[in-house]
């Protein structure tokens, strides 16, 4: 998916919600253990109730991973389902991979080709040529960590060069890699006061908000702080939507808890309109 | 395994080589591909012919990873493999992750419990509580990066607080999170000039170098400024010894590049004893 189509879907729902599918088997309603394949019924009925109001959604790949060959067909199938149902949704994989050039490029493949999702979050730890091999897709992007929402951001990503923080450089550095057309960012909505600061580094980007809701982040603060003229902001939801409910009504609660931030989204697109 | 263990295992094998299964399927010798599973056979070949001299195995993930489902059953059975035949070895899951921390324990789980490797290999960006969940497991290691032999890691590696530099103090801070019983560090043998400066803060800890060989590192280099008084070295080569033929014979050659290798080891530790 390309810059103008991800904003037109978000002119079109009135929406900048991005649903994390962190699918964690020990955490889904009992009944769905009744079938095959639990994992991939969540998703489906998380997805079916929720697409209305969501322009992307993100599996977390470490809650695939952990279930060894069988969690990674799941995801296959997850993302075969959204691109059927829902093509105009983006799709995260949320992997935080990263490697020497000639191990990046086969995580390109790993996400690019053989799963066909759109976006892959990548650490900067390792530099340019960790990151690059995810460039060379059409289309496709890179959602590289800025500041991360968890505590131990604070540990390496205010390390501080004459001013200049780990996270600023890492936004500086990066934007001669790519642009506003294959970069976004990864910046926690537990640093929304930041937000301002990164603003004005990368006005033009898109930046993927993680932290709303169990973590405690604000969505108007994100809003205030980081919209820009094209909205320029994906905020996540991961448990605060997914895990709403654990009956057999799950999907139906989340699909509600959705469309709340839906219209909160819809409010402040038009107030920052 | 723990600290002991691996530590004895260099003394009698007299070596400390740690043979990379980057074992890309598109590089494989073409006869194996009359097999069900030519990643595993191959790797059966090399682990057959090459534990003799070889204290560690390190599958790079992203060469499996990026034949979907079933690589990862490919690499099960050759942790499997190890394990049965090789109990002594050390086995390195080279996958470079890193999440907040209710999801690196999802790392953890597949890392450590369903695949049961030795250690894993952490990018550092995202602080203590990305790491701290793989340290919950008795004997099983972190490997975190900091300084890495690729170019990229002139972006950020370097940045310097207060003539500090990033990886100077990832060293630092990281000790604080484990000991050297539980956390090795990888140093490129590319940047083999800074090991004397990197052993002043990590005197006692085990050093995972890669970049000897197809990456223009030397072994000698390393040793010299690398080694301390239990050797302390896990050096790496990959592509120099898997493939370095691409015959009928691969396995028989693999051998004995990497016998080669260990004289040359034996030769350093006695030097340096």
Same mark, same amino acid.
């Given at each position: ?22 699918? =964690? ?11 095959? =394949? ?12 929720? &697409? ?9 790949? &470490? ?25 105009? /949704? ?8 990263? =490697? ?17 999702? =759109? @976006? ?8 340019? #040529? ?12 890179? /959602?590289?960590?800025?500041?991360? $929402? ?6 390496? +990503? ?6 200049? @923080? ?7 550095? $990066?934007? +001669?890699? &790519? !642009? ?7 910046? !926690?909505?537990?640093? $929304?006061?930041?937000? +301002? #600061? /990164? ?13 709303? !809701? @169990?973590? !405690? ?9 980081? /919209? ?29 808890? &959705?469309?709340?931030? +839906? ?11």
């Amino acid at each position: 998916m390309n810059y103008n189509e991800l904003v037109n879907q978000i002119k079109t729902k009135q929406s900048f919600l991005c649903v994390g599918l962190d699918s =964690d088997k020990r955490k889904l309603p009992k009944h769905l253990f009744e079938t095959n =394949d639990p994992i991939f019924e969540f998703n489906k009925a998380i997805i079916n109730n929720t &697409a209305k109001y969501t322009v992307a959604y993100k599996p977390n790949i &470490a809650f695939y991973e952990s279930e060894g060959p069988k969690g990674w067909i799941s995801l296959q199938k997850t993302v075969d389902y959204i691109r059927t149902y829902f093509p105009e /949704i983006f799709i995260i994989a949320d992997a935080k991979r990263g =490697d020497i050039g000639n191990t990046s490029k086969l995580y390109a493949r790993a996400f690019f080709e053989n799963m066909d999702v =759109d @976006a892959i979050t990548v650490a900067p730890y390792m530099g340019e #040529d960790s990151v690059s091999p995810f460039l060379d897709y059409d289309n496709k992007w890179v /959602i590289l960590l800025a500041l991360t $929402s968890n505590k131990g951001a604070d540990d390496f +990503q205010y390390h501080n060069d004459n001013g200049k @923080a780990l996270f600023e450089t890492v936004l500086e550095k $990066s934007q +001669q890699w &790519a !642009g506003k057309e294959q970069m976004m960012y990864v910046v !926690g909505a537990t640093r $929304s006061e930041m937000l +301002q #600061d /990164i603003r004005k580094i990368v006005p033009d980007h898109f930046l993927l908000v993680p932290g709303v !809701g @169990a973590q !405690g982040g604000s969505l108007q603060e994100v809003a205030t702080y980081g /919209i820009n003229k094209n909205c320029g902001l994906l905020v996540n939801s991961s448990r605060g939507i997914i895990f709403a409910d654990s009956s057999e009504n799950f999907a139906h609660i989340a699909g509600i808890k &959705a469309q709340k931030m +839906q219209k909160e989204m819809a409010k402040l697109l038009e107030l920052n309109s």
